[in-house]
C-alpha cells in the first residue's frame, strides 16, 4: 500500500474519530439540557401546584368569612326593662344568650356567645357580656381605673352613637386592654339613671362585632 493511501486512511479515521467524539459530545449535552430542562419543569410543576393551592385555600377563607358575616344578618335585639333604663341593643343572629333580669345586685346579667353560651364554671372568653348594677357608676370606673394603673388598660370618654345630643345624657367610659388577667377585650361603663350598665366583649374575637353591632346600636333611658 502506497504512503499516500495510508495517509488518506488515517485521515479518515481521524475524521471518523472526531465525528464520533463530536456525536457522543452533542448526545451528552442534549440529554443533559434535556435532564435540566425537565428536571426545572418539575420543579416549576412542584411551585405552581403549590401556588393553585394556596390560592384555592385562600380564597376559601375569605369566602367563609364573607359567609360568616352575612350569616350574621340581620341582626337580633335585647330590650331590657324599664326598671333598668329600657337598655337596648342589637347582636348578631348566630349568637344565642343567656339572661337574668331582676336579681337584688344586678338588674341584668346577660351573656352572649356564637351558637351556644359556655358554662360560667368554663372561665370562657364570652363574646359579649352585659351588666346593669345598682353601684355608683363613679366606683365602677375608679375599679377600672385602678386596674388601669395597673395592668395597661385604656381609658377613654364615651357615648354611644345614637344616644349623642340625647338630653341627661352623660359621657361614659371605654377601657381597652387586658380587663382580666387571662383576657383581652373592651368595657364601656355607663351612668343609667341611678345605676350603671357595664357592657363588654372579653375577647379581641368579637371587638367587631362589639364596636360594628352592638354599641352603634346602643340605647338607654338617661
Partial sequence: MSKSSESGLASSALIIVLLALVLVGSLAFGFWAFSGRQDYKNKADVKIAAAVKAAKEAQATELQKQFDEQSKSPT???????????????????????????????????????????GFNTKSAYALRVEMLNTDYSQVVNTLSKQNKEGGLKAS???????????????????????ASDKTGAIVVIKVRDKTLKIYTESTDYLNDFDNVVLPSLTYLP
Fill in 157 to 179: 370618654a364615651y357615648i354611644p352613637p345614637k344616644m349623642v345630643g340625647v338630653t341627661n345624657v352623660q359621657p361614659g367610659t371605654r377601657f381597652d386592654g387586658p380587663i
Fill in 76 to 118: 337580633k335585639s335585647y330590650q331590657g326593662p324599664v326598671t333598668s333604663g329600657s337598655i337596648a341593643f342589637s347582636y348578631p343572629k348566630t349568637w344565642s344568650a343567656y339572661i337574668d333580669e331582676g336579681t337584688n345586685n344586678q338588674q341584668v346579667n346577660a351573656y352572649f356567645h356564637p351558637d351556644k353560651v359556655p
